[in-house]
């Protein structure tokens, strides 16, 4: 059985493209993943569908409200559930952390939207993720984002070939990558990649990966 995965957002639409292309649309037709997209004005307390209002202490802008949350997690949590909010204020989402995401039988994924969660919604969550430095418009691209990178890792949705040389591992950036034509208005393929010899390709690639990771995230390194 494959991995469930529970999308909590206010616009469902926007993940339309996202799942019906590519290796994740692949996914779901193998049923390596299951994906369900929720609107959780629906579990609204109110006649009118509102899911926001005004944050007590005054300020700016709108706060989501927890009832919705709350009333959608008492029907569709189980045991086997990680429930992931996304958030500036979350964890760095890295590379390590899509592993052991990708172990999970069910995952919930919350998406916020105006400027924030009630805080009594953190009680429910088991983790709390950032994807970077940056304000978004809402959470949506950020759960796409770790869809991505953990539906990648199950066992089964790409080759297994393929994970063991990419980005990150051993906390390396990938190595540089050619294909034909050999040459292209003056640019080469470097000769030892056409040399045959696999263990120079090997001991350049090794190379170039510390190189570019030494010049381009030397804090992978340390």
């Given at each position: 059985?494959?991995?469930k995965?529970?999308?909590?957002?206010?616009f469902?639409?926007?993940?339309t493209g996202?799942?019906?292309?590519s290796?994740?649309k692949?996914?779901?037709?193998k049923?390596?993943?299951?994906?369900?997209l929720?609107?959780?004005r629906?579990?609204?307390p109110?006649?009118?569908g509102?899911?926001?209002?005004?944050?007590?202490g005054g300020?700016?802008g709108?706060v989501l409200?927890c009832?919705?949350i709350?009333?959608?997690l008492?029907?569709?949590?189980?045991p086997?559930?990680?429930v992931?909010?996304?958030?500036?204020s979350?964890?760095p989402?890295?590379?390590?952390?899509a592993?052991?995401?990708s172990?999970?039988?069910?995952?919930i994924l919350?998406c916020?939207?105006?400027e924030g969660f009630?805080?009594?919604?953190k009680?429910?969550v088991?983790l709390?993720?950032?994807?970077?430095d940056?304000v978004?418009?809402?959470?949506?691209v950020?759960?796409?984002?770790?869809i991505?990178?953990?539906?990648?890792l199950?066992?089964?949705?790409?080759n297994a070939?393929?994970?063991t040389?990419e980005?990150f591992?051993?906390?390396?950036?990938?190595?540089?990558n050619?294909?034909?034509?050999?040459?292209?208005r003056?640019?080469k393929?470097?000769d030892?990649?056409?040399?045959g010899?696999?263990?120079?390709i090997k001991a350049?690639?090794?190379?170039?990966?510390?190189n570019?990771t030494k010049k381009?995230?030397?804090?992978?390194?340390?």
């Amino acid at each position: 059985m494959g991995m469930k995965i529970d999308i909590l957002t206010l616009f469902p639409n926007l993940f339309t493209g996202f799942l019906s292309e590519s290796i994740i649309k692949r996914a779901i037709e193998k049923k390596l993943l299951e994906i369900n997209l929720i609107n959780f004005r629906d579990y609204s307390p109110l006649n009118n569908g509102q899911v926001d209002d005004t944050p007590y202490g005054g300020g700016p802008g709108m706060v989501l409200r927890c009832e919705p949350i709350f009333r959608c997690l008492d029907e569709i949590k189980t045991p086997d559930s990680v429930v992931i909010m996304l958030s500036p204020s979350g964890k760095p989402f890295k590379q390590q952390m899509a592993r052991e995401i990708s172990q999970a039988k069910h995952i919930i994924l919350i998406c916020g939207r105006y400027e924030g969660f009630d805080e009594r919604i953190k009680t429910l969550v088991d983790l709390e993720v950032s994807i970077g430095d940056y304000v978004l418009t809402g959470g949506e691209v950020p759960a796409m984002v770790v869809i991505d990178a953990v539906s990648r890792l199950i066992p089964g949705v790409i080759n297994a070939d393929s994970l063991t040389s990419e980005s990150f591992e051993e906390n390396l950036l990938d190595y540089p990558n050619y294909t034909k034509p050999s040459e292209y208005r003056n640019l080469k393929v470097p000769d030892v990649l056409l040399s045959g010899d696999h263990a120079k390709i090997k001991a350049y690639r090794e190379e170039a990966r510390r190189n570019i990771t030494k010049k381009n995230r030397p804090d992978l390194m340390e």
